[in-house]
């Protein structure tokens, strides 16, 4: 089992940054590849971000490459999302989720694919 517990939301204005974090314990977590999902009220869960177990690999959905930075302290068992240039779109609660990885440079961009989930951060963003 892995526990996943998501931090660092708020309320921010548009161009403003924000840094999640998800902090893990558990089962030895630098073999988990990790992703960060949102979910905005009435619209389905999408996929943010993903980061493999190494750190060597990444992933961005489109509509926030070049604005959010996902990175991983295997060390303290925790994984970033610094979210810059934030636009009222972003609005949603954050998820990060944790997968079983074989490989060192795998990324899992589909929720299917994760084990465990975090229970989620609210970030809001006023225009």
């Known amino acids: 089992q892995v526990q996943l517990v998501e931090s660092g939301g708020g309320l921010v204005q548009a161009g403003g940054s924000l840094r999640l974090s998800c902090a893990a314990s558990?089962?030895?977590?630098?073999?988990?590849?990790m992703g960060w999902f949102r979910q905005a009220p009435g619209k389905e869960r999408e996929f943010v971000t993903a980061?493999?177990?190494?750190?060597?690999?990444?992933l961005y959905a489109d509509s926030v490459k070049g604005r959010f930075t996902i990175s991983r302290d295997n060390a303290k068992n925790t994984v970033y999302l610094q979210m810059n240039s934030l636009k009222p779109e972003d609005t949603a609660v954050y998820y990060c989720?944790?997968?079983?990885?074989?490989?060192?440079?795998?990324?899992?961009?589909?929720?299917?694919?994760?084990?465990?989930w975090g229970q989620g951060t609210q970030v809001t963003v006023s225009s």
């Open positions: 558990g089962r030895t977590f630098s073999s988990y590849a």
């Open positions: 980061i493999s177990w190494s750190g060597g690999s990444t």
């Open positions: 989720a944790a997968a079983s990885a074989p490989y060192a440079y795998r990324v899992y961009g589909a929720d299917y694919e994760y084990n465990y």
